[in-house]
DNA sequence: CCAAAAGTGTTCTCCATACACCCATGC
DNA sequence: GCATGGGTGTATGGAGAACACTTTTGG
C-alpha cells in the first residue's frame, strides 16, 4: 500500500473571512449555522474540500454556495489546527480573506440566499469554533496588509470618487487622513486613471471617477516601486 | 456517524525551510529522501501531522527528527493543496520557514544526523514534488519580512558585531548598504544593548559585541513603534 | 610598520505633515 | 442663495542618502 495510507488523517475544511465596507464601517459575512455542533450560531462561511479539488477553489465554492458570492478578490491567510478546535475531531482549516465591494448589488442575493448577513467587526457576535481567533487574524492582516499593498481598490466599485476611497481607508486604518496629503500621495504614484466622468446626483460639486490602473501597477511592481499609504 | 468521517480526506503534511546565513551566503537546509516517491532527491525536511498533534509542534518535530535541529524561529509560511502535487495521491502540507544561526554548534549535528546538506539559495538541487515552489515562497516572505521585522537577529549569534548584522542584511537583501547610515539607524532604533565586551583574535581593531534586545522591542512594538531596515 | 577592519559627522534632498480657503452643484 | 462636499498650495521639520578619513589591533 502506499505510504499515504499509513497515516491517521484529520479532516480538511476552508472557512474564508469577507470583508466589505458598508455604510462607513468595515463589516464581516458570516452564517447562522443550522446544524450541530453549534447549530444556530454564527460562524464564518466554509466547508470540507473535496478530494480532487484545490484550495482555493474549495473556498470560492463554499462562498458560492453558503452566500451566493463569487468572483472577489480571495488570499490565503493561514492554516488553523489545534487538535481540539472542532469538537467532532481532528478538523484542520485553512483560512482565507476575501474583499468585496457591495455597491455591485451582489450582497443582496447573499444575503438573501441563506442566513447570512453582515456586522461591524467592531460589534460581532459569538462565533462558532476558533473562529473568532481567525477573524481577528483576517482583520490584522488586512489592516497590514493594505497600508503596502492596493488592497482597498477591492473594496470599491470599479469607479470611485477621491474622497470615497480616502473614506476606505479611513476606515479600515481607524484614522483620519489630511486631504491635500492623500490626494497628492495617491496621484503622485500614478496608479489612478481619472475616467472623464463626474459623480452626479448629489447636492453638492460633482466629484471626478477615476478608476485604479492594475496593469501600470504591475508594471512598476516588476520596477521596483512599492505602493505605501 | 459523526459529520466529520462523511468526507473524504486528504493526507497532511509539514515541510520546513530552514535557513541560514553561512560563508556570506543565504542557505538552506535539506535532505535526501530515502524512499520513493523522489527517492534520493533532495527535499525539504517534512512528514505526516499525527492525529492529536498541534502543526507547529508537527514542524518542530520532524525537524528534530530528520536535522537535529531545534528551539529554532519557525512561522507558518503557506499551505500547499494543489490535487497532483504528490504522485502517491492527496496530500496537502501545511509549510513553515525557520530561521537558525550556524555558530551554536548545531550544525554540524544536524548535517552529520542524516542526508542533510547547506545549498546556497542562489544553487540550488532539483526538489521533490513542488518544493521549489515552496522554497520560492519562503525565500520571498524572508526578503519580504526581515525590513519590517526583527528576523535578523535570528540568524545571527547571541553576541554579534555591527559588521557583522550589516554584512547579513546585505546578504539578505542582496545590495550593499552603507556603514555610517545603517550604524545610525539601528543604534537609533535604541534596541541593541552593547555588552561591554570586544570581538578577539582579529588581525584589525576589535569590534564592540552587541546583543538584541527582545524585551525592549515588545515594549516598543506594543507603543506603536515600527522596525524598519 | 603594515594590513585590515572599526568607528565616526556633515550636507543635501526629498517626503511627510500641518494647515485654510474658494469652487461647483443641487435644491 | 445656501448648504454641501470638491478641489487646491505652501512652509517646515525630519529622515534617508551620499560621501572619506582616523583609529585600533594583530601579525
Redo the contacts between chains.
Keep these: 500500500m ?4 499509513e ?6 475544511t476552508v472557512d474564508c473571512v469577507v470583508f466589505a465596507v458598508e455604510r462607513e464601517r468595515l463589516e464581516v459575512l458570516l452564517i447562522r449555522r443550522a ?1 450541530e455542533p453549534f447549530a444556530a450560531s454564527w460562524a464564518l462561511p466554509g466547508g ?8 482555493e477553489t474549495a473556498a470560492r465554492r463554499e462562498l458560492e454556495e453558503e452566500t451566493g458570492l463569487s468572483d472577489l478578490f480571495l488570499e ?1 491567510l ?2 488553523f ?3 481540539d478546535r ?1 469538537p ?5 482549516s ?1 483560512a482565507y480573506y476575501a474583499l468585496v465591494n457591495l455597491a455591485g448589488g451582489q450582497v443582496h442575493a447573499a444575503s438573501d440566499a441563506s442566513a447570512a448577513a453582515w456586522f461591524p467587526v467592531d460589534a460581532l457576535p459569538a462565533l462558532a469554533f476558533d473562529h473568532a481567533e481567525i477573524l481577528a487574524t483576517a482583520l490584522e492582516r488586512l489592516r497590514g496588509k493594505v497600508r503596502y499593498a492596493p488592497l482597498g481598490f477591492e473594496l470599491l466599485p470599479r469607479r470611485f470618487t477621491l474622497t470615497e476611497l480616502q473614506r476606505l481607508y479611513e476606515i479600515i486604518l481607524g484614522r483620519a487622513l489630511d486631504k491635500r496629503n492623500f490626494r497628492r500621495k495617491i496621484q503622485g504614484m500614478g496608479l489612478l486613471v481619472d475616467t472623464g466622468d463626474a459623480q452626479r446626483g448629489k447636492a453638492h460639486r460633482a466629484a471626478r471617477l477615476y478608476r485604479f490602473d492594475r496593469r501600470r501597477y504591475r508594471q512598476l511592481e516588476r520596477e521596483g516601486f512599492s505602493f505605501w499609504v
Design positions: 502506499s505510504p499515504t495510507y497515516h491517521p488523517r484529520p479532516a480538511l446544524r470540507f474540500v473535496d478530494m480532487e479539488e484545490n484550495l490565503q493561514y492554516t489546527g489545534r487538535p472542532d467532532r475531531g481532528r478538523v484542520v485553512v
